[in-house]
């Protein structure tokens, strides 16, 4: 970068209903997977940080959870967690389905975006999925909602319209400084990710009543010789019921799990690695705060 070529940076949060494609569109843009995920709503619980660098430019975004009405004291934390975002960033980015119609869910957002005086830009994801007669009667539910600073329909799996988007988003950010070094593309510790990447192999291979009573923690993570990296971890559920689910006959479930969770964290590390799973029950985990905060939900940090 040539010393007299100012150096623009800023956040930019992800905000929209579960299950519209924020961590898709996050992975798309850091051009690799930070945040997991699944066609199984409520799929992140943390604000993930996926960070974009070019020679000029640094943008930090925010994947939160998806806005829903909570059922437990981890779906609060969770709706906490996605709003807290709004008042911290340069921009907002509200990202809906183009395959379904406004609802009560995008209308709650609305109402919380309605006090951002940042620029806020309608994203309408899963373009590729809808006839283009679709996508204006879309466009025409939302165009009174807010006052957008810029509508972009978009795919984020296949990525039309994201270099776009990035484009516009790049040219509006103030100048400030490079917060991350160039190559790093989250501030997330590589314990976290992995936890999530065995947590999104649950999400995957289980059936619908396990998946939201499941968290991830790594209880170890060694060196076990030159070529190969040890890591123990435990799966945990609310109930002993899910518990044969986890497993599955003959262990074969966990081994699966195990599997395809180690082809993602040996990509991720770079190096082989040898996963050890366990499966431990911990009743009504998700509302008690004490075990929220040991399995990093941890209301202090937003």
Request: proline residues 4%; aromatic residues 6%; without cysteine.
């Amino acid at each position: 970068m040539a010393e007299n070529t100012a150096f623009h940076s800023g956040f930019v949060a992800i905000i929209g209903r579960p299950n519209v494609g924020k961590s898709t569109l996050l992975n798309r843009i850091v051009g690799q997977k930070v945040a997991i995920m699944s066609d199984k709503a409520q799929t992140t619980r943390n604000r993930i940080q996926g960070i974009y660098t070019t020679r000029d430019t640094q943008m930090v975004f925010i994947d939160t959870p998806g806005i829903h009405k909570p059922h437990s004291r981890l779906g609060d934390f969770m709706v906490k967690s996605a709003l807290s975002t709004l008042g911290e960033v340069d921009a907002v980015l509200f990202m809906i389905n183009a395959d379904e119609r406004r609802g009560a869910g995008d209308n709650f957002i609305i109402d919380r975006l309605k006090s951002v005086k940042k620029p806020i830009y309608l994203v309408i994801n899963k373009i590729d999925q809808v006839h283009p007669d679709h996508l204006l009667e879309i466009m025409d539910q939302y165009k009174d909602a807010l006052p957008w600073a810029d509508v972009y329909p978009i795919s984020a799996l296949e990525g039309n319209n994201v270099d776009e988007l990035l484009t516009t988003l790049k040219g509006k950010l103030p100048e400030g400084p490079q917060y991350y070094p160039a190559d790093q593309i989250t501030d997330h510790p590589e314990r976290f990710i992995i936890s999530e990447l065995i947590r999104e192999k649950v999400l995957e291979l289980t059936r619908q009543e396990v998946p939201h009573s499941t968290a991830v923690v790594i209880d170890s993570i060694k060196r076990q010789d030159e070529e190969k990296i040890h890591i123990q971890a435990t799966i945990i559920i609310e109930r002993s019921s899910q518990k044969g689910i986890i497993i599955g006959k003959g262990g074969s479930m966990l081994k699966k799990i195990g599997s395809l969770a180690r082809r993602d964290i040996e990509h991720l590390l770079g190096d082989k690695v040898y996963l050890e799973l366990w499966v431990k029950v911990q009743e009504n985990w998700k509302d008690r705060e004490n075990l929220l905060a040991s399995y990093g939900y941890r209301q202090d940090d937003y």
